[in-house]
């Protein structure tokens, strides 16, 4: 058969423009540090620690920032914050919560994993969990776990838009007419 | 290869507006047409569409892989300096494609010839991959057309599972331009297979994307583009303001920068020069090659960046011309052999030949009172009965 087997639209339909798509389960790995990773069976100690060096470059982009220590310790609890590299723009100190733990793909899954390494964090009204920089919940225990597959991917990064409008000039260039720009 | 007349579905009309097919009419006429399909044996599909579609990509592959490192090339094709490193960047780092469509002329008996390739932003897809797919299965259920039909049209699914394969980390962010209802339809077809296929997706117009203080792309949330679909040609994106911070901004583009190497009108002379008398192809040269006085039996002349039929100039063996006006041609242009679409019932007809992830995977027809087809052709569905 040279045809798509089945077809279905969900999106498309007037009715039903935002369902959320099905999430696929993901394998993923959770551990405090490299040496903890490395005592997992399969894992050696080279990835687990090139892995925790991603998630600390990681941790600078994602971990979620604060203008003040109390707001960074109100969420996260006395002296689990420090200093992140970032200034405002008018110069003063932004801070950070702890990197607490991070997250890779399963090395025994035998496939390439969808997940993407990152930093993990623990919040005061919940500290027994692990979060991702997009505060969702993962997991309570290191090692091997399964999440769903948006958490296992990178976070998405909140930052300050200074301009907005730059593209499309070409369109409008164009002039009336066309009723499509692509072709 | 035939045309057949056949009877429409009297419902397909609110079907396709409850589908969200919202451009199925234009300019007061039918632009999906379903009063007549094609009619096409197996061996015609495989043999004279499918595979030499892959092998005009495998082809395309090469005039990439050199164009990129040749400066003169990338000149000659009207690339903006600027870009040059971007471009070979992203051809380097295996950056993916999504889609393209191929614009053969081809009878049903001759080879197919390749006329263009519409490798950065083709449109046509929601109509090729699922309404003619659900004209396919009704027609067949209503007695319009005799069981057991098939259509070349695994397009959806090879989106779905392309989309699986991409290894997008985070939101995909989907943009065309405002005002085109037919952009939008397009864009948020391919949302919706790039959600069949897990990802998280979010729709923003061009217009509204933003940059932050380092260069990156904004969402309306203020939130990092990490990878965006754009509907959009990159020579604009190019031409914009926000186009020179495109490479320092982190965000993955699809189509990825090397593709504007392929949707150039130059693909053709490149080809030419490279694969010289390949059946799938036509004596092509840039307009100012001396050569190109040479061609015999009428040509065709095509501004670098042209879309939808615009600028193009047909000249006939006997002299005789005929143009289609519009907005392009500055950058300069090509000559291509005359090799007429075919003609069904007063019809010339001209196939799109789908790539998806580089895979042949479908077909969508065009129909067009003209020779030249353009924006307004005509939308046909197509069968394989042997």
Not at chain 1, 64 to 82: L, M, N, R
Not at chain 2, 19 to 39: S, V
Request: aromatic residues 10%; negative net charge.
């Amino acid at each position: 058969m040279k045809r798509s087997r089945s077809l279905t639209l969900a999106l498309m339909s007037a009715t039903a423009m935002t369902l959320a798509a099905c999430d696929n389960p993901e394998e993923v790995a959770i551990f405090e540090n490299a040496q903890q990773c490395a005592t997992q069976e399969g894992f050696d100690i080279k990835a687990c620690e090139a892995n925790m060096k991603l998630a600390q470059e990681e941790h600078i982009r994602v971990a979620p920032k604060y203008t003040s220590v109390a707001d960074c310790e109100a969420d996260f609890g006395a002296g689990q914050c420090e200093d992140a590299p970032q200034k405002t723009t008018s110069g003063s100190s932004v801070f950070m919560p702890l990197m607490m733990g991070y997250m890779m793909g399963n090395m025994m899954a035998g496939r390439t994993s969808n997940a993407a390494t990152q930093p993990l964090y623990r919040s005061k009204d919940d500290p027994s969990n692990f979060r991702t920089g997009d505060n969702q919940k993962v997991s309570g225990k290191t090692g091997i776990s399964k999440v769903p597959g948006q958490i296992a991917q990178a976070p998405s990064t909140k930052t300050s838009t200074i301009r907005r409008g730059g593209f499309g000039s070409s369109a409008r260039a164009m002039g009336g007419g066309f009723r499509s720009f692509g072709g | 290869m035939q045309r057949i007349e056949i009877a429409e579905r009297d419902d397909w009309k609110s079907q396709a507006e409850a589908l969200g097919f919202n451009f199925h009419t234009l300019y007061g006429a039918a632009y999906w047409d379903e009063t007549a399909c094609y009619r096409f044996s197996l061996k015609q599909i495989e043999d004279d569409i499918e595979d030499p579609s892959g092998e005009i990509e495998t082809m395309c592959f090469d005039v990439v892989a050199r164009a990129v490192d040749d400066e003169e090339i990338l000149a000659k094709l009207a690339i903006p300096e600027a870009f040059w490193d971007y471009i070979r960047a992203s051809w380097q780092d295996q950056d993916r494609n999504l889609y393209g469509r191929l614009d053969l002329s081809y009878d049903g008996e001759s080879p197919a010839k390749l006329l263009e390739y519409n490798a950065d932003t083709p449109t046509s897809l929601y109509e090729s991959a699922a309404f003619q797919w659900v004209w396919l299965e009704q027609a067949m259920e209503r007695g319009i057309i005799p069981p057991g039909c098939d259509q070349f049209n695994s397009i959806h699914e090879t989106m779905v599972e392309a989309f699986r394969n991409f290894g997008i980390a985070g939101t995909l962010h989907l943009a065309s331009c405002k005002g085109s209802n037919e952009d939008e339809g397009t864009v948020r077809y391919i949302e919706e297979c790039a959600a069949q296929a897990g990802l998280e997706t979010s729709f923003i117009y061009m217009e509204d994307i933003g940059i932050d203080g380092a260069g990156r792309l904004t969402d309306l949330d203020d939130m990092a583009i990490s990878t965006l679909f754009k509907l959009y040609p990159w020579e604009w994106v190019m031409k914009d303001e926000f186009g020179l911070t495109l490479p320092k901004s982190g965000a993955k583009i699809i189509e990825p920068p090397w593709r504007t190497i392929l949707s150039n009108k130059g693909l053709l002379p490149l080809l030419w020069e490279m694969f010289e008398g390949h059946p799938n192809l036509l004596p092509a040269y840039f307009a100012d090659d001396p050569r190109a006085a040479n061609l015999s039996g009428g040509y065709v002349r095509k501004p670098l960046l042209s879309r939808e039929g615009s600028n193009i100039e047909m000249v006939r063996s006997d002299g005789e011309s005929l143009a289609v006006d519009g907005p392009y041609g500055v950058e300069g242009a090509i000559v291509q052999a005359l090799h007429p679409l075919p003609v069904f019932d007063g019809n010339h007809t001209v196939i799109g030949s789908w790539l998806v992830a580089s895979r042949p995977c479908g077909m969508g027809i065009r129909e067009d009172d003209s020779p030249i087809t353009k924006d307004s052709s005509r939308f046909l569905p197509h069968v394989i009965l042997d």
